[in-house]
C-alpha cells in the first residue's frame, strides 16, 4: 500500500480526487461527443451545458437570488480588485468617490492598492497594529457617509482571519473577496452586493473567477473599463462575450456536482468546522507549535502556525514530505507553516498531519 499524499498549498490547491478521476475518464471524449471539452466551441451546445449546469449548479449550492447575477470572468481576484471599482465608481456622486475598506491582512492591503487608481480610498479599520492577528470590531469601523462600497476580506488567506460574522453595513454594497473560503460556509448573499473568488483556492483550475452581483450593480462601468471587464457586456452575453476558460468551468461544474453529492455547503460547514477544531485545539494544547490569531477571527481554510524553535523548520518540512505531508510551508510574508484545509481535505489528512506534528514534537523536545 502506497502512503496517501495529503496536499495542504494554499493555492492552487487540491480537488476532490473522484473529480480527477471523472476529468481523466472523460478527458479525450465527453460524453461521446468525440471531443475533450478544451477542444469544443464555447457557443456549442456541449459546452453551453456544462456552463449553464455550473451556473445552476452554484446557484443551487449558495442559495444566490433571482435578482443576482452570477458571471464566469477571467484575470483572478486580483483583476477583480481594478474590475469592481471601474464597475462601481460611477454610481455615486460626487466624484471622485470613496471606497471604505476594512485592512485585515495581506489580502485587503492588495485590494485597497489597486482601487486607489480608481478612486479615494478610506481605510475605515484595520488590524495592522496588531499585525493582522484579529479582525477590527464592527463597533470601530469608521465608515464614511457616501461611499461607493466597502470591501472586505472575508477569509485572510495568508494571515489565516476569517469573518464569523456578516458585517452590516446599511444601504451601502458589501463587496466580498470570497477567494478562499467560498462554499466552505453558509453565507446569506442577499446581505452582499458582489461576492468575488477565484477559483483555485475551494473552486477549482486557476482561470476562472467567480463573479455574484446583485443586479441594480450592473450597467455602471466607468466609460474606460475594458469590455471585457465590465459586467454589464458580460452579464448581457452569458458570460461569452469573449472565449471564457471553458476547461476551467468544466472542471468547478464537476466539483459543484461533487459538494451536491456530498449535501451541500452546510454539510461541508459542518465537516470544515470539525477539522479546523481538531488542528486549532492541537495547536493550543502544545507548547511546541503555536498559532497567533484571535480565537474568533481563525480561519476555517488557512491556518498558519509557527514551531517554536524556528531552527527546525526545514527539518518539519522535509520530515512531513516523507510522511505525505505536502505544501506546509508558510507564506514568505508571515514565515512559518500554513496548513490550508480546503473542501476537498478530508479529516484524514489533518489526523495524519497531528500525528506527524505529535511524532516531531516528542522527537525534537
Ligand atoms: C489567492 C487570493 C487572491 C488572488 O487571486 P488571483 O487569482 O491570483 O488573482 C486574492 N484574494 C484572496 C483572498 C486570495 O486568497
Known amino acids: 500500500m ?37 477542444e469544443m466551441s464555447h457557443r456549442g451546445k456541449e459546452f453551453m451545458s456544462i456552463l449553464e449546469s455550473a451556473q445552476r449548479d452554484l446557484r443551487t ?42 485592512h485585515t491582512g495581506a489580502w485587503s492591503g492588495k485590494s485597497i492598492k489597486e482601487a486607489a487608481k480608481y478612486a479615494k480610498v478610506n481605510v475605515a479599520a484595520s488590524s495592522e497594529g496588531q499585525k493582522f492577528q484579529t479582525i477590527p470590531d464592527r463597533a470601530l469601523w469608521q465608515l464614511s457617509k457616501d461611499a461607493a462600497y466597502l470591501h472586505i476580506c472575508s477569509n485572510e488567506t495568508i494571515d489565516g482571519l476569517e469573518y464569523h460574522f456578516t458585517p452590516d453595513v446599511g444601504d451601502v454594497p458589501l463587496v466580498a473577496d470570497m477567494s478562499s473560503h467560498i462554499l466552505s460556509r453558509v453565507i ?31 450597467g455602471h462601468a466607468l466609460p474606460y473599463c475594458p469590455s471585457a471587464f465590465d459586467w454589464k457586456i458580460v452579464a448581457d452575453n452569458d458570460s461569452m462575450y469573449n472565449t471564457p476558460p471553458t476547461y476551467a468551468i468544466y472542471i468547478a461544474g464537476l466539483v459543484f456536482q461533487w459538494l451536491l453529492r456530498q449535501g451541500g455547503v452546510a454539510v461541508m460547514e459542518q465537516k470544515n468546522i470539525a477539522k ?12 511546541f507549535y503555536r498559532n497567533d490569531v484571535a480565537k ?16 527546525l523548520n526545514d527539518a518539519f518540512l522535509a520530515g512531513a514530505k516523507e510522511a505525505g505531508l505536502v505544501q506546509l510551508k508558510g507564506h514568505k510574508s ?32
Request: proline fraction near 7%.
Open 61 to 102: 449550492l449558495l442559495n444566490v437570488p433571482s435578482n443576482y447575477k452570477i458571471l464566469f470572468m477571467q484575470g483572478g481576484a486580483l483583476a477583480e480588485n481594478a474590475i469592481i471599482p471601474m464597475n462601481l465608481v460611477g454610481r455615486v456622486s460626487p466624484q471622485p468617490a470613496t471606497i471604505d475598506f476594512i
Open 334 to 365: 508571515v514565515g512559518g507553516m500554513r496548513a490550508s484545509i480546503y473542501n476537498a481535505m478530508p479529516i484524514e489528512g489533518i489526523e495524519a498531519l497531528l500525528a506527524y506534528m505529535r511524532k516531531f514534537a516528542d522527537k525534537n523536545a
Open 188 to 218: 446569506d448573499v442577499s446581505r452582499y452586493g458582489v461576492i468575488f473568488a477565484g477559483a483555485q483556492k475551494n473552486i477549482g483550475p486557476a482561470g476562472l473567477t467567480i463573479v455574484i452581483v446583485r443586479e441594480d450593480l450592473i
Open 296 to 311: 474568533d477571527c481563525r480561519s476555517r481554510m488557512n491556518a498558519p502556525f509557527f514551531l517554536r524553535d524556528e531552527s
Open 276 to 287: 479546523a477544531a481538531l488542528l486549532y485545539d492541537y495547536l493550543d494544547s502544545t507548547n
Open 2 to 38: 502506497t502512503t496517501p499524499i495529503y496536499n495542504f498549498s494554499p493555492g492552487p490547491a487540491l480537488l476532490p480526487p473522484e473529480v480527477l478521476q471523472q476529468a481523466a475518464a472523460e478527458m479525450v471524449n465527453w460524453h461521446g461527443s468525440g471531443m475533450s471539452v478544451m
